[in-house]
């Protein structure tokens, strides 16, 4: 009794080929020798592989739906009903389909034209660039566009050839006898390496690869607001691809440079300054140098070391949404190393008169005298 293909691969007589394809795909994934080696489970691979082999080629369906056998040695298969024929219609970029989807089985040349790889680059900046911003030249050595030949590749006056050995397809196929009979496998063409043309005239200036590396100028603005770390996309400034394929992109990447003065914690910046020991009991003002111009400081009587003072708004401003960060001045109270006598006996004295300040913060009677001396006394006075 003659199979019944339909039946083997389960569906319609009047089944389309994409429905004929997808039902061999279901069955050789569960059944190929490599999932499941049982020889029951063999002979039913065989048996779905004849099935695809017949019902795919529209010729050879005809003759089956006829009342023929398209596998017999009459039929013009020159295989038996279990093999892989010569001229079937089912080889290995079908089970590759069937294992790992259509992409696996795309054949066909392959482009010389292809993107390019992005770049990277960094630039140091200072701390006020980084602060409100700025507009840097920057130069760049990358791949661009051969002019000799305008990314083709071949010398002026020539142009690529189809390859002889693969005929333009890019791949050649070797067939194979397995214990499942012939399998027809592909590999890339070693002559032109998968391309389907050869370029038997080379560009001299690139040397057939469509592009040179040279030296640019590009003007990059930095947002205000940037830190170590901080990257700038600049599309399409990159590398060119081979055969002048499309250029990928540039990053800039930004080393802010340490400043002698502030510290940068996000967007706020700190700073110390540090005072005599007289002027944080009294009280003072300090001139500090800020990224905003001169400012003043004021230092209340009685600030202790560690203390700190807030500038509000006088930081980095911030990269995403407005306003900017805060200025942190640390206080940092220094106490004197050595001293001559009467400065040891003014501070003796300030010891014996130690928690005699009255609430309201004014000095007890001869105190604030005993300040003032002090101040003279440690400011050489």
Do not use: W
Not at 113 to 128: K, N, Y
């Amino acid at each position: 009794m003659a199979t019944d293909y339909y039946a083997v691969l389960g569906v319609r007589r009047d089944a389309g080929q994409d429905e004929i394809k997808k039902a061999f795909r279901r069955l050789a994934r569960e059944l190929h020798p490599d999932v499941n080696p049982d020889p029951k489970t063999q002979e039913r691979f065989k048996e779905i592989n004849a099935a695809y082999e017949v019902l795919s080629d529209p010729n050879k369906r005809q003759i089956y739906d006829l009342g023929g056998d398209p596998l017999s040695p009459g039929g013009g298969a020159g295989a038996g009903a279990g093999g892989f024929g010569a001229g079937a219609g089912f080889g290995f970029s079908d089970i590759m389909d069937a294992f790992f989807g259509a992409a696996a089985g795309q054949r066909g040349p392959r482009s010389r034209t292809r993107r390019g790889q992005d770049a990277m680059i960094r630039i140091d900046v200072d701390l006020e660039e980084a602060a409100f911003g700025t507009t840097k030249e920057i130069q760049v050595d990358t791949a661009v566009v051969c002019n000799t030949c305008n990314g083709e590749g071949a010398a002026p006056g020539t142009s690529a050839q189809t390859c002889d050995m693969c005929r333009g397809r890019g791949e050649v196929s070797q067939v194979t006898r397995s214990f499942l009979g012939q399998v027809m496998t592909s590999r890339p063409c070693p002559q032109c390496q998968g391309f389907g043309t050869v370029v038997p005239n080379p560009c001299p200036e690139c040397a057939g690869d469509g592009r040179v590396r040279a030296r640019r100028t590009l003007t990059v603005k930095i947002p205000a607001g940037v830190d170590n770390g901080t990257r700038i996309q600049l599309a399409g400034e990159g590398e060119v691809g081979p055969g002048g394929g499309p250029a990928g992109d540039l990053y800039v990447e930004i080393s802010e440079n340490a400043h002698p003065i502030f510290q940068r914690r996000g967007d706020d910046l700190h700073c110390t300054v540090t005072l005599p020991m007289t002027a944080a009991a009294l009280g003072t003002k300090v001139p500090l140098e800020t990224l905003d111009g001169a400012a003043e400081i004021d230092i209340r009587p009685g600030t202790q070391s560690g203390q700190s003072i807030p500038l509000h708004g006088r930081g980095v401003t911030h990269l995403r949404g407005g306003g900017r960060g805060d200025l942190i001045v640390h206080v940092e109270v220094q106490t004197p190393q050595k001293l001559d006598p009467e400065q040891e006996e003014l501070l003796r004295r300030l010891a014996k008169l130690r928690g005699e300040e009255r609430p309201s913060g004014q000095f007890a009677p001869g105190q604030q005298g005993l300040f003032s001396r002090l101040k003279d006394a440690f400011n050489g006075r």
